[in-house]
């Protein structure tokens, strides 16, 4: 682990520091959502940027639903109450808000890495990406987004950041390493996807190296 994180951090070349709220214990909701409309902004505009790059598709944004603390989502009939998703049948993004300014009080960065792997999904999706490991991917995929933005100059986020983001890889990951299409996989496994997509974009291959 140790050394995985010490691999993420040489990656951060560009670092300086998030344009995002500095951590506090006190975000207010004004912090959370300015966050998440950064981040719906910087991530969409990457991949809209960069779509030639990796395929020959149309892209289209997905939409972006919240739903509130005991509440849900319908998805393909199906109500949900996972914290974040993407629905592929209405081809939405979904979260719970509670869940994600929970995160942002810890982190803020967490806002960012939650809603780019969501926004990895829909980019699987619209590409017609196929990986033996969707969850793994989506890692790979957030992390070009997020350096990927950097690069460009539109998101700037500094090491510190970064070990955030690598916590919430290894809060959200399986206890045990990836098994089946939808696993995410361990800390281990998530935070070296991700890496992946990070190196990729600072070697100047873009998407190329989650695919
Ligand atoms: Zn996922």
Redo the contacts with the bound molecule.
């Keep these: 682990m140790r050394s995985l994180l010490s691999i993420l951090a040489m990656t951060v070349v560009l670092a300086t520091s998030l344009t995002a709220a500095p951590a506090t214990a006190s975000a207010t909701a004004a912090d959370v959502n300015g966050d998440i409309r950064v981040a719906m902004s910087v991530v969409p505009g990457y991949w809209t940027q960069h779509w030639r790059e990796l395929s020959t598709r149309a892209v289209r944004h997905p939409q972006v639903y919240y739903f509130r603390q005991g509440g849900s989502l319908v998805c393909d009939r199906q109500r949900v109450t996972i914290s974040a998703?993407?629905c592929p049948g209405q081809h939405y993004i979904g979260y719970n808000w509670d869940v994600l300014a929970r995160g942002h009080a810890q982190a803020p960065p967490s806002v960012y890495l939650i809603l780019a792997?969501?926004w990895?999904?829909a980019v699987q999706a619209m590409a017609g990406l196929r990986s033996g490991a969707?969850?793994l991917q989506?890692d790979c995929l957030a992390a070009v987004a997020l350096y990927g933005a950097a690069r460009d100059g539109r998101l700037r986020f500094n090491q510190a950041n970064v070990n955030q983001m690598a916590q919430v890889l290894t809060q959200y990951a399986d206890r045990t390493p990836w098994t089946s299409a939808r696993s995410?996989g361990s800390a281990a496994q998530r935070i070296s996807a991700f890496t992946r997509g990070a190196n990729s974009v600072q070697r100047g291959y873009g998407v190329r190296g989650c695919l």
Excluded: L
């Design positions: 998703f993407y792997h969501e990895g999904h969707p969850e989506a995410h």
